[in-house]
Nanobody, 115 residues
Framework: QVQLVESGGGLVQPGGSLRLSCAAS????????MDWFRQAPGKERELVAS???????NYADSVKGRFTISRDNAKNAVYLQMNRLQPEDTAVYYC?????????WGQGTQVTVSS
């Protein structure tokens, strides 16, 4: 059973930065891909960024140029560096992974951007 544990959320002022981390446990296989989703109040969950085992990345248009996803294959960990944060980035951020056709979600970490 794969478990995903996120950390790094919090309150930040507009223009600030945060770094989210997600560590996967329960498998010896390299998870491919690993993703970050987010869900704002009253909105659907949306894909923020995705990264493959070979480090191919994909970003939502709303975060391109501001967010950077990276990973450590040896640790089955994924990171999201978020710069120039804006109030519209406020949401619960979820780590997501798929392994052998099974989808796994972390518990979520709150990111609030407010002055």
């Amino acid at each position: 059973q794969v478990q995903l544990v996120e950390s790094g959320g919090g309150l930040v002022q507009p223009g600030g930065s945060l770094r989210l981390s997600c560590a996967a446990s329960g498998t010896l296989f390299t998870i491919d891909p690993m993703d970050w989703f987010r869900q704002a109040p009253g909105k659907e969950r949306e894909l923020v960024a995705s990264i493959s085992r070979s480090a191919t990345t994909n970003y939502a248009d709303s975060v391109k140029g501001r967010f950077t996803i990276s990973r450590d294959n040896a640790k089955n960990a994924v990171y999201l560096q978020m710069n120039r944060l804006q109030p519209e980035d406020t949401a619960v951020y979820y780590c997501h992974a798929r392994l052998f056709g099974v989808l796994y979600w972390g518990q979520g970490t709150q990111v609030t951007v407010s002055s």
